[in-house]
């Protein structure tokens, strides 16, 4: 290879079969920094900056700022820079992300001109945003007077107030305000509407300074490019302005709950369903899940248990006469900890111990007797085919980001075939739904909630 620059260090690569791609994993030394690069053949070039961006609070810092950074940076002083690449660009893609515990700048190209001028546009932005008083007003909040009536407005504030409106997003925040309570996970990064205003100018800069370093930050990139290139840029484009290591943020874990706990949430009557309907939640937080294959294992366990109509779980549900499936089923990695979700909507508030207990016996039932072999195989052949899809590979950069910010093995985010086979040889196993099913019961961090319709 061609080493253009030399500043940051080869850790470790390995060749990824699936993907068709060499994966290299690089360090800067002055700041930490990490650079994952996926030599491919593909035509597009891809490159993502993420940040660990964990607020403290519903007043949407996270979200604001990913939308502020992009109104004009020191070099590129115009308004909305992202437009006028936009135009100019023959990027196949360019979007930024909030997350719970991360945000995201992405971009693809098939043009390597293309791709240093997107560079030179999304690094300028990120590091060296104007940041300025009306870019907080415009994407922020602002008040506004009319006719003697004052009213709020901002594009993020408008985004989450109709965001808000939707029951799905309502039941999440909910499970998650209760589950993850005192942490970055327990507060909505894309800002609560009666949250947003409290949020200061100052504070939005504060939070760039403290978060937006190269010391925190992941570089990756993807495609038939060097990626000393894409070093070499960043390191005349930032590295020689910011310096200096800190230790990486990290979102903060609940400690273990003494047992199970229970909560009530109310979501608007007739928002999407019936105006008297109810439903259950069960949610299991879940400790140790932190690697690809524990991670792998709990998508085993929800594909065996409700993965399909004819699974054990949605036949529980079928058997009870009313109800159906919650759209919230299933694990979330989401966060550091990983949440189990189970759950019935379309209940009457007298069928709330009913359901409860059906999903219970039925999640017993599997802890004492298993499955029949041929359900693990086909769980099995789904997962290969899932991981193995080929996706762009600026997409496999994006669902890796969140394991280069929260400091596990990068490599491993990307190549799945080691632990896809290690899950084969554990799913063949006679006890192996037994075993998963019964840590599953055995978790204290267990949260039963009923949701219920409110008028007001």
Same mark, same amino acid.
């Given at each position: 290879? $061609?080493?253009? !620059?030399?500043?940051?260090?080869?850790?470790?690569?390995?060749?990824?079969?699936?993907?068709?791609?060499?994966?290299?994993?690089?360090?800067?030394?002055?700041?930490?920094?990490?650079?994952?690069?996926?030599?491919?053949?593909?035509?597009?070039?891809?490159?993502?900056?993420?940040?660990?961006?964990?607020?403290?609070?519903?007043?949407?810092?996270?979200?604001?700022?990913?939308?502020?950074?992009?109104?004009?940076?020191?070099?590129? +002083?115009?308004?909305?820079?992202?437009?006028?690449?936009?135009?100019?660009?023959?990027?196949?893609?360019?979007?930024?992300?909030?997350?719970?515990?991360?945000?995201?700048?992405?971009?693809?190209?098939?043009? +390597?001109?293309?791709?240093? !001028?997107?560079?030179?546009?999304?690094?300028?932005?990120?590091?060296?945003?104007?940041?300025?008083?009306?870019?907080?007003?415009?994407?922020?909040? *602002?008040?506004?007077?009319?006719? %003697?009536?004052?009213?709020?407005?901002? #594009?993020?504030?408008?985004?989450?107030? $109709?965001?808000?409106?939707?029951?799905?997003?309502?039941?999440?925040?909910?499970?998650?305000?209760?589950?993850?309570?005192?942490?970055?996970?327990?507060?909505?990064?894309?800002? /609560?509407?009666?949250?947003?205003?409290?949020?200061?100018?100052?504070?939005?800069?504060?939070?760039?300074?403290?978060?937006?370093?190269?010391?925190?930050?992941?570089?990756?990139?993807?495609?038939?490019?060097?990626?000393?290139?894409?070093?070499?840029?960043?390191?005349?484009?930032?590295?020689?302005?910011?310096?200096?290591?800190?230790?990486?943020?990290?979102?903060?874990?609940?400690?273990?709950?003494?047992?199970?706990?229970?909560?009530?949430?109310?979501?608007?009557?007739?928002?999407?369903? %019936?105006?008297?309907?109810?439903?259950?939640?069960?949610?299991? @937080?879940?400790?140790?899940?932190?690697?690809?294959?524990?991670?792998?294992?709990?998508?085993?366990?929800?594909?065996?248990?409700?993965?399909?109509?004819?699974?054990?779980?949605?036949?529980?549900?079928? &058997?009870?006469?009313? %109800?159906?499936?919650?759209?919230?089923?299933?694990?979330?990695?989401?966060?550091?900890?990983?949440?189990?979700?189970?759950?019935?909507?379309?209940? @009457?508030?007298?069928?709330?111990?009913? &359901?409860?207990?059906?999903?219970?016996?039925?999640?017993? @039932?599997?802890?004492?007797?298993?499955?029949?072999?041929?359900?693990?195989? %086909? #769980?099995?052949?789904?997962? *290969?085919?899932?991981?193995?899809?080929?996706?762009?590979?600026?997409?496999?950069? #994006?669902?890796?980001?969140?394991?280069?910010?929260?400091?596990?093995?990068?490599? /491993?985010?990307?190549?799945?075939?080691? +632990?896809?086979?290690?899950?084969?040889?554990?799913? @063949?196993?006679?006890?192996?739904?037994?075993?998963?099913?019964?840590?599953?019961?055995?978790?204290?961090?267990?949260?039963?909630?009923? #949701?219920?319709?409110?008028?007001?």
């Amino acid at each position: 290879m $061609n080493s253009i !620059n030399m500043t940051f260090e080869l850790l470790e690569q390995r060749h990824v079969p699936a993907l068709q791609a060499l994966a290299q994993v690089y360090r800067h030394p002055g700041t930490g920094a990490r650079h994952l690069h996926l030599a491919t053949d593909e035509l597009e070039i891809g490159f993502l900056v993420g940040f660990p961006t964990l607020p403290e609070t519903d007043d949407g810092r996270a979200h604001i700022l990913e939308h502020t950074v992009l109104c004009g940076s020191e070099r590129f +002083p115009v308004r909305d820079p992202f437009f006028s690449m936009m135009q100019r660009s023959v990027a196949t893609f360019m979007n930024a992300m909030t997350y719970a515990d991360r945000t995201v700048y992405p971009f693809a190209t098939t043009d +390597p001109a293309d791709f240093a !001028n997107l560079l030179d546009v999304y690094l300028d932005a990120v590091f060296f945003p104007r940041l300025d008083r009306t870019s907080f007003l415009q994407e922020g909040w *602002r008040a506004e007077l009319h006719e %003697g009536q004052c009213s709020l407005h901002g #594009v993020v504030f408008n985004e989450m107030k $109709n965001s808000y409106s939707s029951p799905q997003r309502m039941l999440y925040r909910g499970l998650m305000k209760e589950l993850f309570a005192g942490t970055t996970y327990g507060v909505d990064s894309g800002g /609560d509407p009666l949250s947003i205003p409290s949020l200061s100018y100052e504070t939005l800069r504060e939070f760039h300074a403290s978060h937006y370093h190269p010391s925190q930050a992941v570089f990756m990139s993807s495609g038939p490019i060097d990626p000393a290139r894409v070093q070499a840029h960043i390191e005349t484009r930032v590295m020689t302005r910011l310096t200096g290591l800190a230790p990486r943020l990290l979102p903060g874990l609940v400690p273990p709950w003494t047992g199970p706990r229970q909560a009530t949430l109310s979501l608007p009557a007739g928002a999407g369903t %019936g105006a008297e309907e109810h439903g259950l939640q069960l949610a299991w @937080r879940l400790d140790g899940v932190t690697t690809i294959d524990d991670k792998l294992r709990l998508a085993a366990l929800m594909q065996l248990i409700a993965g399909h109509d004819g699974a054990p779980i949605p036949q529980a549900i079928r &058997a009870l006469g009313s %109800g159906r499936p919650s759209s919230l089923m299933g694990p979330d990695l989401s966060a550091q900890q990983a949440v189990m979700h189970l759950g019935v909507s379309g209940l @009457r508030a007298g069928q709330l111990d009913a &359901a409860h207990d059906a999903l219970m016996t039925a999640l017993q @039932r599997l802890a004492r007797e298993g499955m029949p072999p041929e359900s693990v195989d %086909g #769980v099995l052949r789904q997962l *290969r085919f899932g991981e193995r899809q080929q996706t762009p590979g600026y997409r496999r950069l #994006v669902a890796a980001a969140d394991a280069g910010l929260r400091g596990e093995n990068l490599l /491993d985010a990307i190549d799945s075939e080691l +632990p896809l086979a290690r899950l084969a040889v554990l799913m @063949r196993e006679p006890d192996f739904l037994q075993r998963e099913v019964q840590r599953l019961l055995a978790c204290t961090n267990h949260l039963r909630v009923h #949701v219920q319709p409110d008028e007001n």
